[in-house]
């Protein structure tokens, strides 16, 4: 697949098998985001790589019940008010089981944290798709990144008390009849080009 295929297929995974991922592919993913461009070359992401499947649903459950205790709002961003009202119904899966979810940590107090995540993010996100794995951009952990239980689990799990979460990677097999991902791209309908001749 050459780079432009990588980009233009790839989509998001939102149901996995439980087969593991390799780790010369789960190595091959996360060099791809440590190769990702970082502002001022601070390279301070930190990946976070969670492949322990106690540990996985230990996170499904403390982040079912820090949403389950949260109340939808008033012009709430909608993807939070949906994590809320499915937590509330007691059967959510924030990383949709998938087998391995990498997160990612940077300094709470650097101007460029979240763009240099999002940057790692989506070289891995393009890597997965090349080597025939799906992934999804995970949110919850960033809208939780103050949660006092998580930050005691993610300290204990090596996050450095500088450092919060700013978006975090679903990746394994998908669920799909052939194991593939879903490649067929989603209509552009919105960002805008603006050429300036
Ligand atoms: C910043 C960001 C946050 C996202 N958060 C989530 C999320 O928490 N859960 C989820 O299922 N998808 C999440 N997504 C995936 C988007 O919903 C998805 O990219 C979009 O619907 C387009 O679909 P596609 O990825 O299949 O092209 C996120 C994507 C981005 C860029």
Redesign the pocket.
């Known amino acids: 697949m050459n780079v432009y295929d990588a980009i233009v297929t ?3 995974t ?1 149901s996995y098998s439980s087969e593991t991922v390799d780790q010369q592919l789960l190595d091959k993913i996360i060099d791809a985001g440590r190769m990702a461009p970082s502002g001022g070359n601070s390279q301070t992401c930190h990946f976070i790589v969670i492949t322990n499947k106690d540990l996985l649903q230990k996170l499904a459950k403390m982040v079912k019940n820090c949403f389950a205790a949260m109340e939808v709002t008033d012009g709430m961003y909608k ?1 939070i008010a949906s994590a809320i009202t499915r937590a509330k119904t007691g059967n959510y899966v ?1 990383h ?1 089981g998938a087998p391995c979810l990498i997160v990612m940590a940077n300094d709470k107090n650097y101007g460029n944290n979240m763009a240099d995540c ?1 940057c790692a993010l989506e070289n891995m996100m393009i890597m997965a798709n090349e080597l025939d794995l799906g992934t ?5 952990l960033r809208w939780l990144n103050e949660d006092a239980g998580l930050l005691k689990l993610f300290r204990e799990l090596g996050m450095k008390d500088n450092e919060r979460i700013y ?1 975090s990677l679903a990746v394994g097999y998908p669920a799909t009849e052939d194991g593939l991902p879903v490649r067929k ?2 209509p552009r309908t919105g960002n805008e080009v603006t050429y300036i001749k």
């Open positions: 790839r989509r998001s939102r993807s924030f949709y999002s999804c951009w995970i949110n919850q978006g791209p989603l």
